[in-house]
């Protein structure tokens, strides 16, 4: 059982940068960490994942080179740093936590997921 709440969101102006934060309370050992993002042309997408070790770590294509994801285990945090924003990386983005050691890019593979935060990106 984990809770999590993300932070950092807010309004950008293309070509800028934000910083995400996952913060995990409760039971926290050997969870993967994982970022989607949900538009409302787009639907829910996967955005990145990191393992428990920071062994296993996924980007979907269209942010790899821009996005960086990075956890403190001490303090039961996962950093997403988003640079060279553009107007379509506008959504809202979730984190979501699952217990073992492997990412998975499925939706329905988490079970713990944070409320959301707003990101905007204007053109």
């Known amino acids: 059982q984990v809770q999590l709440v993300e932070s950092g969101g807010g309004l950008v102006q293309a070509g800028g940068s934000l910083r995400l934060a996952c913060t995990a309370s409760?039971?926290?050992?050997?969870?993967?960490i994982a970022w989607f993002r949900q538009s409302p042309g787009k639907g829910r997408e996967f955005v990145s994942g990191?393992?428990?070790?920071?062994?296993?770590?996924l980007y979907t294509d269209s942010v790899k080179g821009r996005f960086t994801i990075s956890r403190d285990n001490v303090k039961d945090t996962v950093f997403l740093q988003m640079n060279s924003l553009k107007a379509d990386d506008t959504a809202v983005y979730y984190c979501?936590?699952?217990?073992?050691?492997?990412?998975?890019?499925?939706?329905?593979?988490?079970?713990?997921w944070g409320p959301g935060t707003q990101v905007t990106v204007s053109s």
């Open positions: 979501a936590a699952r217990a073992g050691t492997a990412v998975s890019t499925t939706a329905v593979m988490y079970g713990y």
């Open positions: 990191i393992s428990e070790r920071s062994t296993n770590i």
């Open positions: 409760g039971h926290t050992f050997h969870y993967t």
